[in-house]
Nanobody, 124 residues
Framework: QVQLVESGGGSVQAGGSLRLSCTAS???????MAWFRQAPGNEREGVAV???????SLADSVKGRFTISRDNAKNTLYLQMNNLKPEDTAMYYC???????????????????WGQGTQVTVSS
């Protein structure tokens, strides 16, 4: 059983930065971890994925602006978000896949454990 708690969301102006954190209870070192987001009326979409050794994948919409990282000693996942845009406004969720990252690493159905989410609001 893995429990995930996100923090670090908030309201910023366009061009600003935020760093999200996701603290996990339970074993996550060997698991694929990811950040997803969901805006009202939209489907949940994958934003960033990190494999157990630290390999990363980013959605095209956030490349060059977001960075995903993990600190296995602290059981914590991070998402550094720079140059935020109003279209980044959403609830952000961290998720854990039991195993390594698969081909469909951005598919929500691949992930078993989810946090409750943290809201990010970007104003223009």
């Amino acid at each position: 059983q893995v429990q995930l708690v996100e923090s670090g969301g908030g309201s910023v102006q366009a061009g600003g930065s935020l760093r999200l954190s996701c603290t996990a209870s339970g074993y996550t070192i060997s698991y694929c971890m990811a950040w997803f987001r969901q805006a009202p009326g939209n489907e949940r979409e994958g934003v960033a994925v990190i494999s157990p050794p630290g390999g990363t994948s980013l959605a095209d919409s956030v490349k060059g602006r977001f960075t995903i990282s993990r600190d296995n000693a602290k059981n914590t996942l991070y998402l550094q978000m720079n140059n935020l845009k109003p279209e980044d406004t959403a609830m952000y969720y961290c998720a854990v896949r039991l195993g390594w990252c698969g081909v469909d690493k951005f598919a929500p159905g691949e992930y078993k454990y989810w946090g409750q989410g943290t809201q990010v609001t970007v104003s223009s």
